[in-house]
């Protein structure tokens, strides 16, 4: 090869490459794979099957719920991971002939999810030990993917119980606990309920709608049995017309419990978090700012919720 046509291939290889970075540049690097699963706003439903039974979560409208005998609030976080989990990145796959399923954890699978209503389906293996890649089956092919988008699937149902105690977006009208008994007006002022003459401020209010708004259990299990006879009962009454009735369950050496007997869940809180809801914050010492005077409107715009994994 004389040295024209050697330098004319070196110029051509040279211009592919600058061609190559400069788009990669504009355009970024290819995707990497992922699995071919419906993208979230398609998805209507999620089937589940694992070792502990079968859970369906269905959509409605921008919250999620539990199927069941009544149906349960969902936790957002848990269903987020599940709709990731339709399109995961593939970090490495292979056909599924050349992996033993038993050792990959498919004999039987760990879970199987299904989204609706594409149908899309996938079966949940074991880990991989070095890197702690999730196995997934689908179809012919073994993919490794994030272990931490695959743990929903393989949890208890219970597990994906939203660990709030008020629905997402809830609007009290009237609280009651042993302690305390306010009522929201119809001019939108609160009030406490058999107190006449007393008033609160506005602030303390405030403080405690939003305790009750954001507050979240430690853990949701199912209620087992009939609880024990004499529990305190908080009642809170929201703006369309339900009326959440809890049972406090707080005994010496035991986790603080609120049990819900109609939707047959007991959630786990801390004894601060019980503090906070069972009566008003302390009023600020007099002469500090938002000392206690008046009552006014409270929690009209109330702000804007911390993000919710449970």
Do not use: C
């Not at 439903?45 to 609030?73: F, M, T």
């Not at 959440?244 to 801390?270: K, M």
């Not at 978090?273 to 002469?287: M, N």
């Amino acid at each position: 090869m004389n040295r024209t046509r050697l330098n004319l291939l070196l110029a051509v290889g040279l211009a592919l490459a600058a061609t190559f970075a400069l788009w990669e540049r504009r355009h970024g690097p290819p995707p990497a794979p992922a699995l071919p699963g419906p993208a979230a706003a398609q998805v209507t439903g999620i089937r589940i099957e694992n070792r502990h039974g079968q859970a369906h979560l269905e959509r409605h409208g921008e919250d999620w719920r539990l199927a069941g005998q009544p149906p349960l609030p969902a936790a957002r976080g848990r269903v987020d991971d599940l709709l990731s989990l339709a399109r995961a990145r593939i970090e490495r796959q292979y056909p599924a002939d050349q992996g033993d399923p038993k050792a990959l954890g498919f004999a039987p699978p760990r879970a199987t999810v299904t989204w609706e209503p594409s149908g899309f389906r996938v079966e949940i293996g074991g880990t991989e030990p070095v890197e702690g890649l999730r196995y997934v089956r689908l179809g012919d092919r073994i993919a490794l993917i994030p272990d931490y988008l695959a743990q929903p699937a393989l949890e208890d149902p219970v597990e994906l119980v939203s660990h709030r105690l008020l629905p997402r977006g809830a609007d009290p009208v009237e609280i009651q606990t042993p302690k305390v008994h306010l009522q929201r007006g119809k001019d939108g002022r609160w009030s406490l309920v058999g107190a006449a003459g007393r008033t609160v401020s506005r602030d303390r209010i405030n403080t405690y709608l939003d305790d009750w708004r954001y507050a979240r259990a430690l853990g949701v299990e199912r209620l087992a049995g009939k609880p024990p006879k004499g529990l305190p009962v908080w009642r809170v009454r929201l703006a369309d017309g339900r009326t959440l009735r809890f049972l406090l369950q707080d005994e010496p050496a035991r986790p603080t419990r609120l049990l819900r007997t109609d939707l047959h869940l007991a959630y786990e809180i801390t004894t601060h978090l019980r503090d906070q809801l069972v009566a008003l914050p302390p009023a600020p010492a007099q002469g500090k700012a938002g000392a206690d005077g008046h009552a006014g409107k409270a929690g009209t715009n109330p702000p804007t919720a911390p993000p919710e994994s449970r």
